[in-house]
Nanobody
Framework: QVQLVESGGGLVQAGGSLRVSCAAS????????MGWFRQGPGKEREFVAG????????AYADSVKGRFTISRDDAKDTVYLQMKSLKPEDTAVYYC?????????????????????WGLGTQVTVSS
């Protein structure tokens, strides 16, 4: 059973930066796709960023493109989400997810139902 644990969330001022991490246990993350999703107060969960099983493709929601960067360190079984120029509307619980199968396309990376394992989330709050 794969377990994912997010960390690095916190309170940051608008315009600031934050990096959240997701560490895996129970199975290596290597060769499996990873995604970051978020759920803001009163909102549905939405896709933020994804990275393919081999790191060859990344996908981003339009709302974060150019500000957020997803990366992976397979040697550490960890995936990161570097967030810059944060806005109050980025306030949310951020979840990482991985899948049992390997997929590559941006469409697949952005589809939450493709992911089988989810972490419990880390809170990111951006103050204005």
């Amino acid at each position: 059973q794969v377990q994912l644990v997010e960390s690095g969330g916190g309170l940051v001022q608008a315009g600031g930066s934050l990096r959240v991490s997701c560490a895996a246990s129970g199975r290596t993350l290597s060769n499996y796709p990873m995604g970051w999703f978020r759920q803001g107060p009163g909102k549905e969960r939405e896709f933020v960023a994804g990275i393919s099983y081999n790191g060859g493709n990344t996908a981003y929601a339009d709302s974060v493109k150019g500000r957020f960067t997803i990366s992976r360190d397979d040697a550490k079984d960890t995936v990161y989400l570097q967030m810059k120029s944060l806005k109050p509307e980025d306030t949310a619980v951020y979840y990482c997810a991985t899948a049992q199968r390997r997929f590559y396309s941006s469409t697949d990376l952005s589809t939450s139902s493709n992911y089988d394992y989810w972490g419990l989330g880390t809170q990111v709050t951006v103050s204005s």
